[in-house]
Nanobody
Framework: QVRLVESGGGLVQAGGSLRLSCAAS????????MGWFRQAPGKQRELVAA???????DVAGSVKGRFTISRDNAKNTVYLQMNSLKPGDTAVYYC?????????????WGQGTQVTVSS
C-alpha cells in the first residue's frame, strides 16, 4: 500500500523559508517520479515541482528560482525547499507519486501540509 506523509509546513513571514518533506512507503521509491502540488483556497490544485527517478526536474514558472525539489532515495524522502516565500505561496501543499509521458500525471496523494505566508 502506497503511503505518502508530508511534514514541514507552518506559518512564516514573507521572505522566509520552509522545507517540506514527504516520506514514502509501500513503493520502490528510487524508481518513481515524485512531485509537489499546491492548492490555495478557491483555486485549482497546481503542480509546483516534480523530479523523475533519473533526477530530471520540472519546476513551475511561478516558483522557479525560489523553490527547489530534491530527493534522498536512501531515506525514501522527497523535499521541497521554499525560499523567498510570498503571501501568494499560501496553500496546502501535497506530495504526489506520479508518472511522466507528455506531461505529469498524478497518482497517489499525501494528506497535505498547510503553508501560510504572512505579509
Amino acid at each position: 500500500q502506497v503511503r505518502l506523509v508530508e511534514s514541514g509546513g507552518g506559518l512564516v513571514q514573507a521572505g522566509g523559508s520552509l522545507r517540506l518533506s514527504c516520506a514514502a512507503s509501500g513503493i520502490i521509491f528510487s524508481a518513481n517520479t515524485m512531485g509537489w502540488f499546491r492548492q490555495a483556497p478557491g483555486k485549482q490544485r497546481e503542480l509546483v515541482a516534480a523530479m523523475t527517478s533519473g533526477g530530471v526536474t520540472d519546476v513551475a514558472g511561478s516558483v522557479k528560482g525560489r523553490f527547489t525539489i530534491s530527493r534522498d532515495n536512501a531515506k525514501n524522502t522527497v523535499y521541497l525547499q521554499m525560499n523567498s516565500l510570498k503571501p501568494g505561496d499560501t496553500a496546502v501543499y501535497y506530495c504526489n507519486l506520479g508518472t511522466y509521458s507528455d506531461k505529469y500525471y498524478p497518482n497517489y496523494w499525501g494528506q497535505g501540509t498547510q503553508v501560510t505566508v504572512s505579509s
